[in-house]
């Protein structure tokens, strides 16, 4: 069966992905690091008594000493195999010098080399506290604060070092306990010189942000989650290392950087300041929980309080955690004393990922203030028109100190609360209410359907009830469906015909339907009426659905003179009736209509007839009596029986539907995709799941939305993938029912086939960036065969859309941790029709028997919000699972630049040989093809200046050493940072030059200070091309798209005048087609990039503000007395956040800051945050 269980209901469409996962292996960082220890000590006594047989000689070094050209040289290190960088470091045999061992690097190596990896056996570890783990770090490296990143440092631990020259080399890295040196070993260098003064580095990257990175190609085998590098000098050199894992990256990354903010006095400011700010907090509670005043708590009242604080706590986790602090205890102590509650609480709620984004964005210690937080919601969450009240109150909100509150600072655990409230969620909060145009006609939508809405089991037992209505409609189903047949007492009945269904009365059904009809959608309602009534009922029908149904049934006839149906807004609080209906030129007391309904197909089953694999055209038509009165409720969707493509388009009326077995609609979706969708441009088609899902299993409604059918029958009452991508997908616009379908599915000319490969005419792929973070409270699968509570959890990432986008990754196993699995894996998609892609997320226990199914979510692509976002689980059934979630980070960006609106663009550099530029199809047809060919030169022009905006601003990010996700603003302040770290005396002038900023020195500047001005120049320089010139080539193209449609309607005369013919004619059609929507998605990407080159000016703007490069020039002295506190890095987070981000940025807003500015303060100090 397609969707039996839970197991087999995680896996994708059929034919779409694959459904046997990979089995990677599962994290194990206690066995790593024993085999690392061991192989450590083996290296160091290799390294021992190789050092007594034969000295070292000495070797020239240069002053930097940070992987000179010695490090290169013969029988040091190997180049990289591509495997070698995917996992943690695996043990080096003690005769191998290089970084890995020839079983890992695959080929022959020579001879034996001394290891790489020496560990000094005499340096005494620093005494560090117990602390929780949150990570995959070894059970002695646990970090839960700045100052154990610290300690982490001091304790020293492998990295892998690259060269430019691609080669890579395993060192062990530590800081000194002087708090002023880096040191690695082993080296050709001497001790002295393989090491770095901490006031040299200029600033810390994060990912693969360097030349050495972006320009080798063994970078794409390096996780941009492990890599980091550490710019120093004046010549802002760089020091490329990878760790072993995401936490360990991060723990260097921070402790770098409190370093480079606090100085070497940082160790003792971080342990005296740790956890001020949760003091304030917990100590009342604390306080208040002792009511005799003794100081302490008795433990099971200490565990209440813990409980009541994060109702997410498993009680089980704190008893532990009690144990443990019991036994480290010298001498038992009745009760629990303040310090060790924070500290317990500190280590059951501190979640480590979150704290590394804390401080990633803190300029002051471990809490944000406005500032910050004002950078973090724009840089990373993807929101404009911040101000500094707004973060102020969102500080007011979910900080739970006073003081924090009053003094405007988000420590860890308001942070924490801010992320997984719903101001955090992934969906995006506009399309919780009706959010598309509604006024179209009601084919232009896909619209939420049920199949046989009264079964609440399987299709041929089971029992029908009124409930089937009830749930379907409160999940906000607009399409439901009624099997009236002859009942006892001449009351008709709603069953499965020719089964053992049990009955229910169609009036209490339509009481029902009638309750229910508008509590989740006040858009109309489609009633399926399959009649299978004698004429007597039949008239006791229409009885009972006037009588119910009242002034909601929709009667009104149709307009002849029309060519679409009305649209939903017009039709609100409406319902509609579907069925046959008598023709027009049919009067009388009663006439005939075929019965060609899924009604006649089971009963060809249930008489074990093969007739259910012909076509319409092969199966025998019977005909029944319909009585006028019945007839005439039938306005807007008629049920007609469907013959071809060229009949429909002849002679089938708009308010005419059709009904298509699912075997049926997969045939046309697979081999007359583009006529499908075509059809049903003008017509509504209802799909119904084959007869053969006796089990109610369900179809994958995905197929054929594809193809744009609107209504796609459901079996509401059995859950699963197939279930779980109509609920997503109907949680758009509000949840109203009705989504609206992508232009290109609407527009009566343009070219669509879901089964292309190499992309849509004038549609730009996007690319997803997906980032696993980490799961919270994940629980037992329900029904789960093994015993106690252990889960080895891991997740798929899927994408669902038209087959070029179905693509599915997964993250590796966490064993034994369902409580906090950290699983920090990211994953890139590109989707080439971002309006029709369906991104779920599913948590799977990894079992030897077979996978359980624990929780997942669906939300469609249009509804992403880019950055840290919570993702709620959903059980099997669809109801919420109490605390469990997935934390994420998204991103959007196209394939060669832009992105969503309010969200990053990614730019891929190609030079104009390479570009890919949008081509018109020949006709054959002479006008047409004049009118086309005048479209080749705004068309190569309009490609032209987005790919230069684009590449422009990819450069300018490079060279301020951010990933192509950051944003402009972000971009800004680590430039001015550098600039005023700087130790060159310039003074940088921002300059308007006709309305543009431009960076002008009045002295020269050295060698990568002047990469990153020209950078700057040219990225505004493009952009100002684009604006000026975007207006004069949109009305070029668009001019040539109205020409050519004016020629459309007598296109097929044209054609034959110029001898087409049959299949060239056809071919000529579609090529026309082809190019109009060519004209019209290129028209769109340009006037999507103007608006992207408006948005770049503003977050220069703004990033001008934040450091004052508005003020009057000459107001400051030079760049070159800025203070070090801003040059801990240009990641996200450094330099100074504004709060004054509102309003918006225009070529006018540019140019009225004035003549230029000076990036001094008026007090000649760099501008920071106290």
Avoid at 491 to 497: D, K, L, M, T
Wanted: glycine share 8%; proline share 6%; hydrophobic share 35%.
């Amino acid at each position: 069966m397609e969707e039996e269980g839970a197991t087999q209901e995680r896996g994708p469409a059929s034919g779409a992905l694959a459904r046997r996962k990979p089995s990677p292996p599962t994290a194990q960082p206690d066995r790593e690091a024993a085999a690392l220890e061991a192989t450590v000590a083996a290296a160091a006594a290799a390294a021992a008594a190789s050092a007594a047989s034969s000295p070292e000689h000495p070797r020239a070094v240069a002053n930097g000493c940070c992987g000179g050209p010695e490090e290169a040289s013969a029988g040091d290190a190997v180049p990289l195999s591509p495997l070698s960088l995917r996992d943690a470091p695996s043990p080096v045999s003690p005769d191998a010098e290089g970084c890995e061992s020839p079983a890992e690097l695959g080929g022959s190596l020579g001879l034996p080399r001394r290891s790489s990896i020496i560990k000094d056996s005499t340096r005494q570890k620093r005494e560090r506290k117990k602390t929780v783990s949150f990570g995959s770090m070894p059970t002695d490296r646990r970090v839960s604060s700045a100052s154990d990143c610290i300690n982490l440092m001091l304790e020293g631990c492998e990295l892998r070092k690259i060269r430019p020259n691609s080669r890579v080399y395993q060192r062990y890295f530590l800081l000194e306990s002087d708090l002023q040196w880096l040191r690695w070993e082993p080296s050709k260098k001497d001790s002295e010189r393989a090491r770095l003064e901490i006031v040299a580095i200029r600033e810390v990257r994060v990912g693969k942000n360097t030349e050495t990175f972006r320009n080798h190609g063994f970078a794409e085998h390096i996780s941009a989650d492990c890599a980091f590098s550490i710019i120093y000098g004046e010549g802002y050199e760089s020091l490329d290392l990878v760790a072993s894992a995401p936490d360990i990256a991060n723990a260097w990354v921070t402790g770098l950087r409190y370093l480079l903010s606090f100085g070497s006095h940082s160790l003792d400011m971080l342990e005296s300041s740790h956890n001020s700010l949760r003091h304030c907090w917990l100590l009342p509670l604390f306080t208040r929980a002792d009511g005799g005043g003794k100081g302490c708590l008795p433990a099971e009242v200490a565990c209440q309080l813990l409980q009541g604080l994060n109702p997410a706590l498993k009680g089980i986790a704190i008893r532990l955690k009690l144990k443990e602090l019991q036994k480290s205890r010298v001498s038992p102590i009745d009760g629990i004393s303040f310090p060790e509650f924070v500290d317990m609480y500190h280590e059951l709620c501190t979640r480590a990922e979150i704290y590394f984004l804390l401080v990633q964005f803190s300029s002051s210690k471990e809490y944000l203030d406005s500032r910050d937080l004002t950078m973090f919601l724009e840089a990373e969450q993807g929101m404009t028109d911040i101000t500094e009240q707004m973060c102020l109150d969102i500080i007011r909100r979910y900080e739970p100190s006073t003081e924090g509150q009053e003094r405007g600072f988000l420590g860890i655990d308001g942070f924490t609360g801010y992320l997984i409230s719903a101001e955090c969620d992934l969906f995006d909060p506009a399309h919780r209410r009706v959010c598309q145009d509604m006024s179209q006609p009601i084919s232009h939508y896909y619209i939420n359907s049920s199949h046989n809405t009264y079964l609440i089991e399987d299709q041929f037992r089971g029992p029908c009830d009124v409930s089937g209505y009830v749930r379907a409609l409160r999940m906000g189903c607009r399409c439901v469906e009624m099997d009236v047949w002859d009942g006892p007492d001449g009351e008709p009945i709603v069953y499965n015909g020719h089964t053992m269904t049990l009955p229910i009365t169609f009036h209490s059904a339509l009481e029902a339907i009638n309750k229910y009809a508008f509590v989740a959608s006040e858009y109309p309602l489609i009633i399926c009426l399959e009649n299978h009534n004698c004429i007597m009922q039949q008239k006791v029908l229409v009885q009972h659905i006037k009588k119910v149904l009242g002034d909601k049934l929709y009667i009104k006839p149709v307009d002849i003179n029309e060519s679409y149906l009305p649209s939903p807004e017009s039709l609100k609080l409406k319902i509609i009736l579907k069925g046959k209906k008598l023709p027009f030129e049919e009067p009388g007391p009663e006439g005939e209509v075929t019965d060609e309904d899924e009604a006649s197909e089971i009963a060809q089953r249930t008489e074990m007839s093969q007739d259910i694999f012909l076509q319409p055209d092969e199966i025998d038509v019977k005909k029944q009596k319909l009585c006028p009165e019945l007839s005439d409720l039938i306005t807007l969707c008629k049920s007609v029986r469907f013959r071809d493509f060229d009949s429909s388009q002849q002679c089938q009326k708009y308010w005419e539907m059709c009904s298509f077995t699912e075997a049926l609609a997969s045939r046309f979706s697979n081999e007359f995709s583009e006529d499908f969708v075509n059809h049903n441009k003008r017509f509504l088609s209802r799909i119904f799941p084959s007869p053969m899902r006796i089990d109610s299993s369900n179809l994958n409604p995905q197929d054929f939305w594809n193809c744009g059918c609107q209504v796609v029958g459901m079996n509401y009452q059995t859950p699963g993938l197939m279930m779980d991508l109509n609920v997503g997908w109907f949680r758009q616009n509000g949840g109203c029912g009705y989504v609206l379908r992508p232009s290109v599915m609407r527009d009566e000319v343009s070219y669509f086939s879901a089964n292309v490969r190499d992309g849509l005419p004038g549609i730009s792929p996007q690319l997803l960036h997906i980032k696993v973070i980490s799961g919270q409270h994940l629980p037992k699968p329900r029904g789960s065969g093994s015993k106690g509570d252990v889960v080895d959890p891991y997740v798929y990432v899927e994408v669902h859309g038209i087959p070029a986008d179905c693509a599915e990754q997964r993250t590796k196993t966490i064993g034994q941790n369902g409580g906090s699995p950290v699983f920090d894996e990211s994953f890139v998609f590109q989707v080439n029709l971002p309006e029709l892609a369906i991104v779920r997320f599913v948590v799977l226990d990894d079992d030897y028997i077979g996978d359980e199914f624990i929780g997942q979510y669906t939300i469609p692509f249009e509804c992403l919000q880019p950055g840290y976002r919570h993702v709620p689980l959903h059980a099997l059934t669809g109801e919420c699972i109490e605390h469990a979630n997935l934390f994420l980070h998204v991103a959007i960006t196209n394939r060669r630049g832009g992105g969503k609106a309010q969200k990053r663009g990614l730019s891929v550099r190609k030079g104009k040989k390479t570009r890919e530029y949008a081509a018109m199809r020949l006709l054959g047809v002479r006008a047409p093809d004049e009118v086309f060919r005048t479209a080749a030169q705004p068309l190569h022009e309009a490609t032209d200046l987005r790919e230069n905006m684009q590449n422009a601003v990819m450069s300018f990010k490079e060279v301020c050493g951010l990933p192509p996700a950051a944003c402009l603003k972000q971009c800004m302040l680590g430039m001015c940072a550098r600039l005023l770290s700087s130790d060159a005396s310039a003074c940088m002038v921002l300059q308007q030059r006709e309305g543009y900023p431009a960076l002008e020195s009045p002295s020269p500047l050295p060698e990568s200070l002047k990469k990153l001005v020209q950078a700057f120049n040219m990225m505004v320089n493009e952009t100002k091309n684009l604006i000026e010139s975007s207006e004069s080539l949109y009305n070029k193209i668009i001019h040539c798209q109205k020409a050519g449609l004016e020629l459309h309607e007598d296109l097929p005369n044209a054609g034959a005048k110029d001898g087409l013919k049959g299949r060239k004619l056809s071919k000529a059609l579609e090529s026309f087609a082809w190019n109009i929507t060519v004209l019209k998605g290129q028209a769109d990407l340009l006037r999507k990039a103007k608006a992207e080159a408006l948005e770049n000016l503003r977050q220069i703007h703004l990033g001008a503000l934040s450091f004052g490069l508005d003020q009057p020039a000459g107001t400051g002295v030079s760049v070159g007395t800025g203070s070090r506190r801003s040059r801990h890095g240009t990641g996200s987070g450094s330099g100074s956040g504004s709060g004054s981000g509102s309003g918006s940025c225009s070529e006018a807003a540019l140019s009225r800051q004035g003549t230029g500015g000076s990036l001094q303060d008026r007090e000649g100090r760099m501008p920071s945050k106290q």
